[in-house]
Nanobody, 123 residues
Framework: QVQLVESGGGLVQAGGSLRLSCAASGRTFSIYTLAWFRQAPGKEREFVAA???????YYADSVKGRFTFSRDNAEQMVDLQMNSLKPEDTAVYYC?????????????????WGQGTQVTVSS
């Protein structure tokens, strides 16, 4: 099993920045696809960014150019640097993990989840 814990959420003004972190424990971190998803009230969980064990990185169109996903296999952590934040980025952000590189964008395929961290962007 893999355990995931997110941190770094908070309240920020539009145009500001936050950095989210996800710390993993359990099975070897490097073999997993890691991803960030977010979920706003009344909305389905939405793909944000992912990185595979081979090093491929993917971003949702809504965050390209603003968010950067990094992975540190040695420390078993992933970060999401979020810049130029918008009110529509407001959501609970979740770190997810799964074995295999395909379907990185589909939350239903992920095996493990953190508890989530709230990001609120004010106008």
């Amino acid at each position: 099993q893999v355990q995931l814990v997110e941190s770094g959420g908070g309240l920020v003004q539009a145009g500001g920045s936050l950095r989210l972190s996800c710390a993993a424990s359990g099975r070897t971190f490097s073999i997993y696809t890691l991803a960030w998803f977010r979920q706003a009230p009344g909305k389905e969980r939405e793909f944000v960014a992912a990185t595979t064990s081979a090093g491929s990185t993917y971003y949702a169109d809504s965050v390209k150019g603003r968010f950067t996903f990094s992975r540190d296999n040695a420390e078993q952590m992933v970060d999401l640097q979020m810049n130029s934040l918008k009110p529509e980025d407001t959501a609970v952000y979740y770190c997810g993990a799964r074995r295999g590189p395909l379907g990185y964008y589909a939350y239903r395929l992920y095996e493990y989840w953190g508890q989530g961290t709230q990001v609120t962007v004010s106008s």
